[in-house]
T-cell receptor, first 113, second 115 residues
Framework: AQKVTQAQTEISVVEKEDVTLDCVYE???????LFWYKQPPSGELVFLIR??????QNEISGRYSWNFQKSTSSFNFTITASQVVDSAVYFCALSGSNYKLTFGKGTLLTVNP | SAVISQKPSRDICQRGTSLTIQCQVDSQVTMMFWYRQQPGQSLTLIATANQGSEATYESGFVIDKFPISRPNLTFSTLTVSNLSPEDSSIYLC????????????FGPGTRLTVT
């Protein structure tokens, strides 16, 4: 069975602070994919990134960066110099050989001005 | 990525009635999925909608309660039947794209409130 754990339920930061959202996963599949989605107050789910299990390179996209470590089964997401518009619920998700997404419970990020 | 629309965007329904949600994609996709997000909760997969075959339901979800249609490669409907207040949720459709369906993009969701 697949499982995704986001231990941080809520995080509150002040604008321009860096913030890291943690994600730990469990799977028996050797090939799997990890995702991060953003859900702003409007409710729409926005795709941020996908990583496959064979690619452990860290990725940076603007203020966003992701750290994938198979040794610790973690796929953490860092926002540098946070902004108020980053306030949202962030979901980490996992899919394996059956293509189905298993979501973590989400982390509510509040960025205060 | 595909552009996905859902109708209605929100609705308020009475207990015992049904609501049909439509999901339209601007390109042909092989796999479509329906998720439920209960208030303050994460997303749970209801079923996989496959064109030309019956939907595949996840544990805890049954066809009588959540009938799904998939008449073609760009459209699907989810009906939530015999509504109760516990069905109040956001319902989202998603589509799988890429050669191995590993990227899923989501529609804007339908907010259902049952009174």
């Amino acid at each position: 069975a697949q499982k995704v754990t986001q231990a941080q339920t809520e995080i509150s930061v002040v604008e321009k602070e860096d913030v890291t959202l943690d994600c730990v996963y469990e799977t028996r599949d050797t090939t799997y994919y990890l995702f991060w989605y953003k859900q702003p107050p409007s409710g729409e789910l926005v795709f941020l990134i996908r990583r496959n299990s064979f690619d452990e390179q860290n990725e940076i996209s603007g203020r966003y960066s992701w750290n994938f470590q198979k040794s610790t089964s973690s796929f953490n997401f860092t926002i540098t110099a946070s902004q108020v518009v980053d306030s949202a619920v962030y979901f980490c998700a996992l899919s394996g050989s059956n293509y189905k997404l298993t979501f973590g419970k989400g982390t509510l990020l509040t960025v205060n001005p | 990525s595909a552009v996905i629309s859902q109708k209605p965007s929100r609705d308020i329904c009475q207990r015992g009635t049904s609501l049909t949600i439509q999901c339209q994609v601007d390109s042909q996709v092989t796999m479509m999925f329906w998720y439920r997000q209960q208030p303050g909760q994460s997303l749970t997969l209801i079923a996989t909608a496959n064109q030309g075959s019956e939907a595949t339901y996840e544990s805890g979800f049954v066809i009588d309660k959540f009938p799904i249609s998939r008449p073609n490669l760009t459209f699907s409907t989810l009906t939530v039947s015999n509504l109760s207040p516990e069905d109040s949720s956001i319902y989202l459709c998603s589509v799988g794209q890429g050669s191995i369906f590993y990227e899923q993009y989501f529609g804007p969701g339908t907010r259902l409130t049952v009174t």
